[in-house]
């Protein structure tokens, strides 16, 4: 299972969603480096330091620059029409469609960001880390701020949404228990 494939099987998981956008609007984690090192560390691999620098830098620029305008904009016509603004625009009935091309096009921008990410790091070149001590120390890395533990806890939520024996996995490098 490619890195797409196992986003797009976890992500409908109860509880995943909301944890991803908990990490990623409190905590500043990017959520496709999360999936990644999530999909990594189920196969028992990670990124060393250097690939995980590199990768956070190449994922930051591409985040900030495309990613998150998009995101931004499908967010801002959510509440749209807003009074006095775009009213002739924003009640046509074409309004929704135009919205759902944005988040198509944040979506696919998602998806290309994770397509980078496993052709240039992938599985192959990745240090093995069957204790997942890489891993967690990779996953501390993610956050913007120094309050890690309840982010570490989502972290581990959406773990065990993928695989019970996987979240206790996650749970012991953490540190959790």
């Not at 931004?72 to 469609?97: I, N």
């Not at 135009?98 to 070149?125: I, P, Y």
Request: hydrophobic share 45%; with cysteine.
């Amino acid at each position: 299972m490619n890195l797409w494939e196992f986003s797009l099987t976890l992500y409908p998981k109860p509880g995943v969603a909301d944890a991803c956008l908990t990490l990623q609007n409190h905590h500043g984690a990017d959520v496709n480096v999360l999936l990644y090192l999530l999909w990594t560390a189920s196969a028992g691999k990670a990124p060393n330091v250097t690939q995980l620098t590199e990768m956070l830098a190449l994922s930051a620029e591409w985040r900030q620059r495309i990613v998150a305008p998009l995101r931004s904009l499908r967010s801002e016509m959510k509440g749209w029409p807003l009074a006095g603004t775009l009213p002739e625009f924003s009640q046509r009935e074409d309004f929704e469609t135009l919205r759902a091309a944005v988040k198509a096009a944040e979506l696919e921008a998602e998806k290309r960001q994770q397509r980078v990410l496993e052709s240039r790091f992938g599985l192959a070149g990745l240090t093995d880390d069957g204790t997942l001590a890489v891993f967690a120390d990779s996953i501390l890395q993610l956050f913007s701020n120094p309050e890690t533990a309840s982010a570490s806890y989502l972290v581990h939520s959406i773990a065990a949404a993928h695989d019970k024996d996987f979240g206790a996995r996650v749970c012991r490098a953490l540190n959790l228990e």
